[in-house]
């Protein structure tokens, strides 16, 4: 059985400092709050390549954004 997804354990370790430090006058994507009020916008933006700003996300970490959100964002 797989565990749940978790900010802390999978969605947090997708976010570099980069990504942080360019998002910072909109989310903090290091805060949980922030990402969780957002991940919907998030997750518009790294299916179309949006972001990160410098190169799109692989499918692998799509899908588990994905699955983050499905799962009910868990902390």
Not at 24 to 49: C, F, P, S, T
Not at 52 to 70: N, R, T, Y
């Amino acid at each position: 059985m797989q565990m749940p997804i978790s900010y802390k354990n999978d969605v947090y370790p997708l976010f570099r400092d980069f990504d942080r430090k360019s998002m910072l006058a909109k989310l903090d994507l290091w805060k949980y709050d922030d990402v969780k009020q957002w991940a919907d916008k998030i997750l518009v933006a790294v299916e179309n390549g949006l972001m990160p700003c410098d190169a799109a996300w692989p499918d692998k970490s799509i899908q588990l954004f994905k699955q983050w959100i499905a799962d009910g964002k868990l902390p």
